[in-house]
């Protein structure tokens, strides 16, 4: 990728611990920022961003270029913790396997991912996403059931073993 940092450049300004995930500067500038000092912030999504040369970067992109030396944009956090940035939760990973990795979301009651209940219709329905389609797995009188097929598509489409967990 052109215009992007090399890992050559990345080492002579920040040290990254892979066994605790912290990434600091080397070089001190302009009095705001101290060698040793944490480098970059949190973002509103819970990342970690870092500014260098003009171009903002997610941390733990930085940190895979850090270790392999390629740049590379598909990278999940094993254990859902988007600012856990040790190298043994890293792993270099699609779109589609991403998002077999997700937590639950905020907005489900059903307490299990691709789980709702269908009000007018009083079931239960289960679906998963593959890729930008979504695959419906049936409608389902009870809950435990519908939970059932998720459960058995999980396995069957090798989602991760913390999809729909909250494990931070």
Same mark, same amino acid.
């Not at 639950?104 to 996403?129: D, H, L």
């Given at each position: ?29 302009? $009095? ?6 944490? +480098?970059? %912030? ?5 990342? !970690? &961003? *870092?500014?260098? #040369? ?30 856990? $940035? ?6 270099? +990973?699609? %779109? ?5 990795? !997700? &937590? *639950?979301?905020? #907005? ?61």
């Amino acid at each position: 990728m052109s215009g992007y940092i090399t890992q050559k450049e990345l080492k002579k300004l920040l040290k990254y611990d892979p066994l605790t995930g912290s990434i600091v500067w080397k070089v001190s500038f302009r $009095n705001k920022i101290n060698i040793g000092d944490t +480098a970059g %912030c949190l973002c509103s999504q819970g990342y !970690r &961003k *870092i500014k260098l #040369n003009q171009r903002v970067y997610a941390a733990h992109q930085l940190v895979w270029l850090y270790m392999t030396g390629v740049l590379h944009k598909g990278i999940d956090h094993i254990d859902q913790n988007k600012s856990n $940035n040790t190298w043994a939760n890293l792993r270099k +990973a699609s %779109c589609i396997i991403n998002g077999k990795n !997700r &937590k *639950i979301n905020t #907005n489900n009651t059903s307490g299990f991912n691709g789980v709702c209940y269908i009000t007018g219709r009083k079931k239960w329905k289960a679906q998963y996403r593959d890729g930008n389609k979504v695959v419906s797995l049936g409608l389902f009188l009870k809950k435990e059931d519908a939970i059932s097929a998720r459960k058995k598509a999980n396995k069957e489409q090798n989602f991760h073993k913390n999809h729909g967990k909250t494990v931070i």
